[in-house]
């Protein structure tokens, strides 16, 4: 974003208290160098242990990040428990019975809590296990800018309205992702997360037995655990080596292998195909441009300074 001055508008003084401003909201890579230089390694050995143990929650822990941040920023509001006059984002549509990972979140919490007291964000503890769980999977890596702080609200509106849904057209997806800054091709980018993780019968029940842009032998063996009718919580794969982070999500996509509605909108004769078409041959374009696209959503609208708070229980506000 860039910003314009008149030095008839702005005395020297404010010109310079107003750049401070701007510069207090940037995060940085070293925030925690001092204040607790374990911190990373912390969160590293905590994620790698519960990804040993299920395969599932790199995904997991990815889509927690994605799915803070598209709500009113990466600010951990999603973390935040429902009280008897607050109703945050848990139950929102998108997320009930659906978003998973909250206790591995309040594991690395604890560790830092003893180590750190009251220093660590649940924020940039998402934005870093989202990280370290691609990297676990086989993925890319990136430096996660740190320094966001932990909201004191949370918000089921917004939760139920600014996440994309699994059944939406390209349009959609380009304007969700639009509305939130990204491009489309950073949309198609951020899309590749599903290269890992599992998804539920009653997501694509309509693409395997209704839609016409599908393998009918791919959609046949989904058929085997996804039944017309019940099991609506079996999973499958989101691709076809779901427990690895690689780009053949888009593979699959190039024929027609695509698991929800959503996914095989990339390539569907629009807009997309040709950089669908690219990640499938390029796997170290796609890392690369996976890990910039993070980074850019991982500054969506952060609280900084003195905003927000410290959580020291990142289900509850202090």
């Known amino acids: 974003m860039a910003f314009f001055f008149s030095s008839s508008i702005l005395s020297f003084p404010t010109l310079f208290l107003f750049m401070l401003g701007i510069a207090s909201a940037q995060l940085s890579s070293n925030f925690y160098s001092s204040s607790c230089p374990t911190a990373l390694s912390i969160i590293q050995g905590a994620v790698s242990a519960a990804v040993s143990k299920e395969n599932r929650m790199g995904a997991s822990l990815l889509r927690l990040h994605f799915h803070d941040c598209f709500v009113n920023g990466c600010d951990a509001s999603v973390l935040l428990d429902d009280t008897t006059n607050f109703t945050g984002e848990k139950t929102a549509g998108p997320n009930n019975d659906s978003l998973r990972g909250y206790e591995v979140i309040d594991t690395i919490k604890s ?6 007291p009251g220093v660590v964000s649940c924020a940039d503890i998402l934005a870093v296990a989202a990280r370290d769980s691609v990297v676990k999977l086989g993925g890319t890596t990136w430096t996660v800018p740190l320094g966001r702080r932990d909201a004191t609200t949370a918000s089921f ?8 849904s699994p059944f939406s057209d390209l349009s959609a997806l380009i304007s969700a992702f639009s509305n939130k800054g990204f491009t489309a091709p950073e949309m198609v980018t951020l899309s590749g997360g599903h290269t890992i993780g599992q998804v ?18 791919f959609a046949a063996s989904l058929k085997k655990n996804c039944p017309s009718t019940g099991g609506d919580s079996n999973l499958s794969p989101l691709d076809q080596t779901a427990r690895v982070f690689d780009n053949t999500y888009f593979k699959d996509l190039v024929i027609k292998k695509g698991v929800m509605h959503s996914d095989q909108q990339l390539f569907n004769g629009g807009s997309t195909d040709s950089q669908v078409n690219t990640y499938s041959q390029n796997s170290a374009m796609f890392f690369s441009d996976f890990g910039s696209a993070m980074i850019k959503m991982g500054n969506l609208s952060p609280l900084t300074g003195s905003n927000g708070e410290i959580r020291t229980n990142c289900r509850k506000t202090n």
């Open 200 to 217: 539920k019968c009653s997501i694509i029940r309509t693409r395997i037995y209704n839609e016409t842009n599908i393998d009918s032998n």
């Open 157 to 164: 509106n917004d939760a139920q309205n600014n996440l994309p």
């Open 111 to 116: 560790q830092l809590e003893k180590q750190c």
